[in-house]
């Protein structure tokens, strides 16, 4: 089995507001069947939490203050968000197949029926994740649908064609994608985006092309550009266009930006433009080398409190997003620094099977079991 799992393997970023890094050493005997249970364990949490009607997450808070989520279009968000992820992880499930195919079917008729979330003000745009993966699973799900089953390859491509018009009218002024609009709050947001926020939907976006989904060349155009004016020479990138006159504040350093980085580069690499392979290979030291500062803002309960402002919710966002940056490069990267990963990933599974890193309502161990199982799991 350990062999076979090699062969196969090998939320989410938010600004939410409140209402000794392991080296590339050689895998250790036995670390490989620690990686094969991992997620076994995850992939039968994930199997256990769906809910009836095909998602996953909860508004149900344990804790007295929670972050600012109007119902209910930012808790659709979240919901809608979490669950297209736990489909793409069932997705890649070695374990437990046909449940996993029948699960994922249920959630992925959850994200047709409600995939398209309205936000709930002008001021919370959470759904933008929303559509960013849900985009991401479709485009995940559409190879694996048989030629016989063309009402469901066609009801998924008529959705994603929808969430692709979804983030023509969010994109904002600067030519990215945020989640909050905190200027006028108009229906199309004139606030500014944030450049993690604009890198996954790019990278989803590039996905769902590739499916024979149209994305119009100038909604893709403006989102690169906005992105490549973030990007600073030692290889960060500042939080939003909205910190450009500020790049040596905390969150706006390389330490600062771990969390982010990998997404943002991934992006301009799909789209060749300005960032390199050299600048990916870069990126994965810098994250290794650094590691405990975005370590350590893990599971803190307040957004951005922890060296660097860095917060809890992208830490599996970010390794997830490191190794899709670590499949982008030459197999010599990946025996390197690949080891490494799964040690990071596999340390902090729950005793229930389960991964989260910030404290949010119902929805983080959907999220982060998710996120860490398709760290895991390719």
Known sequence: MTAAFRRIGAASGMILIVLAAPGAADEAPGEAPRTEEAVRKGIDWLLGAQRKDGSWGTSASGRPVEVLAAVPGSHDAFRVGGTALCVLALLRSPFRTEECAAASRRGLEYLLDRGRVRRPNGAEMYNVWSFAYSLRTFAAMLPRIEGKDVALRDRILERARELVKAFSIYQTPDGGWGYYDFDVGSYRPSDSSMTFTTATAL??????????????????????????????????????????????????????????????????????????????????????????????????????????????????YGHYYARLVLDALPATDRDRWL????????????????????????????????YAILTLVR
């Open 339 to 370: 080891p490494a990963l799964e040690k990071i990933i596999v340390e902090r599974q729950e005793a229930d099977g389960s991964w989260w890193d910030f404290p949010l309502y119902g929805y983080h161990k959907p999220y982060g079991t998710a």
């Open 203 to 316: 990278v989803s976006l590039h996905a769902i092309e590739k499916e024979g989904v149209p994305v119009p060349r100038a909604l893709i155009e403006k989102a690169i550009r906005s992105l490549r004016r973030s990007r600073k020479a030692d290889g960060s990138y500042i939080y939003g266009p909205y910190a450009q006159y500020r790049p040596a504040v905390e969150y706006n350093e390389v330490k600062g930006s771990l969390g982010r980085a990998h997404s943002c580069n991934l992006a301009l690499w799909l789209f060749h433009e300005a960032v390199s392979e050299e600048d990916l290979r870069a990126g994965i030291e810098r994250f290794f080398k650094h590691h405990r500062f975005i370590d350590i803002g893990r599971k803190r309960p307040m957004p951005h409190e922890a060296w660097y402002y860095t917060s809890g919710y992208y830490f599996y």
